[in-house]
């Protein structure tokens, strides 16, 4: 794949604001709770004009918007496991293997159906219901809803104990080249585009859209997904 141009050369064509219809943009979690809630960031924020960008200035054959969609006292919650905080990691089992384990981080409750903190952002809420009822199919995906496994991933829980709709409706629509921005990057966002490639999708990463700031093990993280497929450079 060739790497697009920062922006367009004043000598040649201009982008086009319509992609082709096997093209879906994938929105992550772009939840109140991710950005000014109970896991908020400035670099959260920080992405939302992009993201407003990408819906007012482009048209889109497929959109998806996942949610983090978490019961109460679900196993990422810190106040599920006494004495631990947010943070803090626990030993959690397979739910199809009690012999297999793994490592489950936890953290502030958060994205909690029926709270402030699950809904999307209302900029980006706004502009989806508007594309929604004129212009474009649009999906939602909600993910973690099992109580006894987390989900990064907005095609299936960490364990692929079970998968989201996600797939079905890419192929339900045709969809080839997936493009994949929203938060966070070294977890959901990353989850995503590497179940995108597994099941066989061109995977697009926006990295002007990405909330960077990452440790050195997180930017290795980055550094593989970035070698199985080109970033794109184009916002």
């Known amino acids: 794949m060739t790497r697009l141009p920062?922006?367009?050369?004043?000598?040649?064509?201009?982008?086009?604001?319509?992609?082709?219809?096997?093209?879906a943009l994938v929105f992550i979690d772009i939840q109140n709770d991710f950005i000014t809630g109970s896991?908020?960031?400035?670099?959260?924020?920080?992405?939302?004009?992009?993201?407003?960008?990408?819906?007012?200035?482009h048209e889109w054959p497929f959109i998806a918007a996942s949610q983090d969609w978490h019961p109460e006292g679900h196993v990422s919650f810190a106040s599920a496991h006494p004495?631990?905080?947010?943070?803090?990691?626990?030993?959690?089992?397979?739910?199809?293997?009690?012999?297999?384990?793994?490592?489950?981080?936890?953290?502030?409750?958060?994205?909690?159906?029926?709270?402030?903190?699950?809904?999307?952002?209302?900029?980006?809420k706004t502009r989806l219901q508007y594309l929604e009822g004129y212009l474009t199919p649009v999906n939602y995906i909600k993910k973690a809803q099992n109580h006894s496994v987390d989900s990064y991933s907005a095609f299936a829980d960490n364990?692929?104990?079970?998968?989201?709709?996600?797939?079905?409706?890419?192929?339900?629509?045709?969809?080839?080249?997936?493009?994949v921005t929203g938060l966070i990057t070294n977890a959901?966002?990353?989850?995503?585009?590497?179940?995108?490639?597994?099941?066989?999708?061109?995977?697009?990463?926006?990295d002007r859209l990405r909330n960077k700031q990452l440790s050195g093990a997180q930017k290795v993280w980055l550094y593989l997904i970035d070698y199985l497929f080109e970033p794109s450079s184009c916002l």
């Open 39 to 57: 896991l908020g960031s400035p670099r959260a924020s920080a992405i939302l004009p992009k993201v407003y960008q990408l819906l007012d200035n």
């Open 83 to 124: 004495g631990l905080k947010a943070g803090d990691a626990v030993n959690i089992t397979f739910l199809d293997s009690p012999l297999k384990t793994e490592t489950q981080g936890v953290y502030a409750d958060h994205c909690v159906p029926g709270t402030w903190g699950a809904e999307i952002e209302e900029g980006v």
């Open 159 to 179: 364990q692929y104990y079970q998968f989201t709709t996600l797939n079905s409706e890419l192929t339900v629509h045709g969809v080839e080249t997936i493009i």
């Open 6 to 23: 920062p922006s367009p050369s004043d000598n040649g064509p201009q982008f086009s604001s319509k992609f082709h219809k096997k093209t």
């Open 188 to 206: 959901c966002v990353r989850g995503t585009s590497i179940d995108g490639i597994k099941l066989g999708y061109e995977v697009i990463l926006i």
